[in-house]
Every structure is written in C-alpha cells, then in structure tokens.
C-alpha cells in the first residue's frame, strides 16, 4: 500500500489506484505491487 501523501508528493491523481499515463509501466507495476 502507498501512503497517501506520498502519493500527493508524487503527483497522483485522486482517482487512484489508476495510474497515471504519464508514469512509465516499470513504476506502475512497482506501485501495484503494494
């Protein structure tokens, strides 16, 4: 799971878990990991 803020600080979206198209594929998989 990824903190909120973090994610805030990270620039995502509200609309998470969606990620961003603007994120590379790598770093989505690592978030869904979680």
């Known amino acids: 799971h990824v903190d909120p803020v973090l994610m805030v600080s990270l620039g995502y979206p509200e609309g998470w878990p ?5 994120r590379p594929l790598e770093e989505v998989v690592h978030y869904e990991k979680y």
């Open 18 to 22: 969606e990620p961003p198209k603007r």
